[in-house]
Structure formats: C-alpha cells, structure tokens
C-alpha cells in the first residue's frame, strides 16, 4: 500500500493542470510539450490574437495549435481511480484510536487543535463547548481550503493577465523605438542630403572664385602687355626722332615729352582669394541638450575686465568689438513692426566726440514695412515662411560669413559672404514708440 502512494505521489504533479490546480481535464499538449485542460487553454488565450505565450514556460507561439491528448486523459482517469480507492483503504486504515482510551477517534477539540475520542471530554484537559465532531469540522475545513483554491487561481488569473499586459507594453515599446530609428535614420539622411548639396553649391561658388581670379589675372597680364607695346612704340619713336635734324628733333620733342609725362603705369586689380563659405547651421541638437543641461546664470568682474572692454551695471552685459574668431548671439525681435539686426563696421570719426562712432558698413537682415531684407551691397527681399521672434546671428570673421537663422527651430534664412578687413560691432535698430529689443546666447 505505500508502495502505491508513493508511485501516486510522483505522478500526481504531473496530472495537475498549471492554471487550475487540479487534475487534467480532456488534457491537450502544445508546442512547447506542457499539458493543460482544455478549457484552461482557451481561456488563457481569449482575448490574444497574434502571439500566444505558454502560461508555464512564457514561450511565445504564432499559432493556436493544440492538440489533444487522450492517452494521458486516460492516466488521469486511473490515477484518480487509485487515488480514491487508496484514499479509502488508508482512511480506514488510519483510522487510529486515543492512546489514553483506546476509542477510536471520532471528535475534535478546538481550544487545542487535536482528535479525541469520546470518553476524552471526561477527563481535565479537554472539557468546554469547543468540542465538535470531526466529520464536521473536517468539512468547515475543506471548504475552507477550497476557498483558498480559488484565491489562488484568482490571483494566478491577475498575474497572468499582468503578463499579458507586460508583453502587449513591450511590443509597444518595441514599436516606439522603431518608429524613433526611422525617424533618425530619416533626420540623418537628410542632414545628408544637405550637406551634399551645401557641399556641391561650395565647390561651385569655389570653381567660380577660381574662374574670377584667372579671369583678373588675364586682365592684369593683358593689362602689362598693353604697356609693355606702348613702352616699345615710344621707344621706337624716340629712337627715329634721335637721328633726325636739329630742326626736326626741335619741332618733335615737345610731343614726345607730352607722351612720355602721360604714359602710366596700368591700373592692377588685387589677387584676393576670398575663402568659400557654406550655410551649416553653428549649433546641433547634441550641443542644445548639453548647454540647456548644463547652463548656469553667470557676472562678471569689472574690477577684472580688460581696459577695452565695458562692464555694464547688471553685470551680466559687456561691449567689445569683433576682429577675429566665431561668435553667436539672439536677438528676440517678438511682433515688432521694423527692426533691424547684424554687424556694423565702425570708421574712427575725427568729428566724434561721445564714445560711439558713425557706422561705416552694416550687414543686417531687417523688417520694413512688413517684408524681410537682407541688407549688405545692395537689399536682397527675403520670402520667409514663418515670422521669426528671435534671430539667431552667426558670424565666423576669419572665414567672412555672416549668417542669419531663425533661434526658434535653427533654420537658416540669408548670410553674406565678404572677406571682412575691419572691427565688427553687433548692430540694431528699431522704431523709437516698439518695446526693447532683448539680446541673449539664444535659444540653442
């Protein structure tokens, strides 16, 4: 008989359905080899549709296939039959009597938690109302513990469907982070693109410098030939006049000292090389992070200023001219009607006498009269898309680009290209009834 239990006791987890704690009803195997009920089954995958995960082993699969079992339906069967006859047999064969008394065990006592036989409340110890008969204590007990069976499949069910939740999230995540890669991997090829193109309009401006300065060059050498043959002819003549009579050499030098006194040398156009510049904008979405991360509110020292710098009373301004280096600053302009913004070049003024001089040469971009100029040589109208509230002002004096973008979204919108000899001032203007201009590092 223990023989029997003991085989019963290894088989019987294997004849327990994993979702409902009890034996296998019409059991069904699938992919991944585990068995349940197959009603279990079905419920576990009611509401899913294109992945199926196995309630034991979370194994993922495509397809609801299952298959059914009847051999092991038939074990089951069996095996509960043993199991209930062994049951009896053993209750019965269990059935034990009080040592003291030697009855068999038929009541229980609840103050101590133990069996007695009927002659126990007799005695000292076990005495009170709190003796009741086993069967039905036994059956308050059972039913309790059913209730507990059912706590736990309700809790089994929550956690279930806790993972379920878990994986529809991850395949969410999953798809969020794909979207994100194709969202890069299209800003990149763009950003690509633009710089193809930004590199191929270089090389064209760079070919057209090359053409301008052969094109000089021809011009100064046909420039030196011409006075190279004019320098020749008056030699020529002065040679022919040189053998001729006094009277003819008399009659002729007052006309050739007048060619000789008018005779210059040509006019040569400098060979400059202006370097080509490209539209990049001066700040990235990496720099923006770390510099809107990392930024702190900062004054500065007049006592440690340079003398040729001016610290104001806020401590936070300073003016300072602009002849070398890279430099970038934002003008918030808001709704203003007319403004103006950019670099001046400053020309020392004999006539001057306050601290500022008179502007000699300015590159702004401007709002008049409700358009967008570009203002350098000559105005250049300006088709925007959006109205700026803030212009962003980029200047690289060694490479002579001036260069202009709206600071909401860094979009570039006009810059000049000129090889600046000069000190640069930054430079503003607005209607004396508009609201000040706010100037900052901008929004980067």
Known sequence: MEEVSAVLAKMHPELI????????????????????CASCIRTSWKDLQDRFPCPVCRRALQEMRVSGNAQLGRLVDLVKLLHSSGSREMAQAEEHRCEEHRQVVSLFCEDYQEPVCPLCPQGPVHQGPNIRPGEEVAHQYRQR???????LKSQRATVEKLLVIQEKKLLQLREEVRMHNSQLASEFEQLTQFVEREQEAALCRLAKEDKRLQQQLRANLEAYWDHIWALKDLRREVAEWSVMSKEMVLMGVRGLQKRWAGLQSPVMQPLLFRPVAYSLPPLCSALSSIIWRFRERISMDP?????????FQDLMSVTCGFASGRHYWAVQVGAKPKWAVGVCSVAPSAQATGPLASPKRCWTLQLQDGDYLALGAGPVPLALR???????????????????????????????????????????????????????????
């Open 17 to 36: 359905c994993p979702v409902c704690l009890d034996y296998l009803d019409n059991p069904i195997t699938i992919d991944c080899s585990h068995n349940f």
């Open 145 to 151: 513990l059913g209730g507990f069976i059912e706590s």
């Open 303 to 311: 006592y440690m200023a340079h003398p040729s710098l001016r610290v």
């Open 386 to 444: 959006d109205q700026p509230a803030a212009i962003g002002v980029y200047l690289d004096w060694e490479l002579g680009q001036l260069s202009f973008y709206n600071a909401a979204d860094r979009s570039h919108l006009h810059s000049f290209t000129e090889p600046f000899a000069q000190e640069l001032k930054p430079y503003f203007l607005l209607r004396p009834d508009c609201a000040p201009l706010s100037v900052g590092v901008g929004r980067v």
